[in-house]
């Protein structure tokens, strides 16, 4: 599916078009190096849903803030723009999948996401990287499976039972029902939504390590991140040695980093 093409397709989605205008202004404030702490923050005042979130996301266990925050000034003073940038963007991201009914699904969809963002976030710290910027990654790199959910909720049911039951993964399944992957979906969204290039190649990539192969850090972070999600919250099987190797982490080093995660994990959805 060429470029335009499949940016059609995303704008046929009725329920994409429900997202309010401020969250996607915010969207585009978030990806442009010009933009300032003060304008982000002049533009969540005008959406009392979104000043609401990034306060309850700030005082969440996830960032450790001990004294309660009650204004948005004070929270992106202690927050930075780093940390204000990802609860933001879970907050678009929240009220993405809060565009149709509550579902088993919808869960499972929205817990992977937080799980491979927590799970990078963790894992860029380790290893001494912008921690915020693997979060961010990590949140979005599924996004095309929302996408092609709520376009038609049935048929991406019956890929999930597909690859439940065995045999079939969704980049295959989705061929054969959808003509088209999430990881497409997800690359044709961050086109019209103008997200960055590295976000654009996480989108693409995080399935495939032979793409990856000399490509920013991150993609590989989020890819290891994605089977950690698998292997030890979803109990399916993934083999870690690769990534274990490429980022010279012994196994005792990934327990503590997967147990710090999972306890963060379980607060943090949670919370939201």
Request: charged share 25%.
């Amino acid at each position: 599916m060429e470029l335009k093409e499949g940016i059609d397709f995303i704008s046929k989605i009725e329920a994409l078009s429900a997202m309010p205008a401020i969250a996607l202004d915010v969207m585009g404030m978030l990806n442009d190096s010009a933009t300032t702490v003060k304008d982000i923050v002049d533009k969540v005042m005008l959406d009392q849903a979104m000043v609401s979130f990034v306060l309850k996301g700030c005082n969440s266990p996830f960032f450790g803030i001990r004294t309660e925050i009650t204004s948005i000034s004070r929270a992106v003073q202690l927050l930075g723009f780093s940390n204000l940038k990802s609860i933001l963007m879970s907050y678009f991201m929240k009220h993405l999948f809060s565009l149709s009914a509550k579902n088993e699904i919808k869960d499972h969809l929205w817990r992977h996401s937080l799980s491979v963002a927590v799970f990078s976030r963790n894992i860029a710290h380790y290893l001494n990287m912008d921690s915020e910027e693997s979060y961010v990654a990590g949140l979005l790199h599924d996004i095309g499976k929302m996408v092609l959910y709520l376009d038609e909720p049935q048929k991406y049911e019956d890929i999930i039972l597909r690859v439940e039951s065995g045999g079939i993964d969704f980049i295959s399944a989705e061929k054969q029902l959808f003509k088209l992957t999430h990881v497409d979906t997800g690359y044709f969204l961050a086109e019209k939504w103008k997200l960055s290039q590295l976000l654009k190649e996480v989108i693409l990539y995080h399935h495939d390590l032979k793409l990856f192969m000399g490509g920013d850090r991150v993609i590989g972070i989020v890819a290891f991140s994605d089977q950690l999600s698998h292997v030890f919250l979803e109990r399916r099987y993934d083999d870690l040695d690769y990534f274990l190797k490429l980022f010279s982490i012994t196994e005792q080093e990934l327990d503590k980093i997967v147990d710090k995660s999972k306890v963060i994990i379980d607060k943090y959805v949670k919370s939201f």
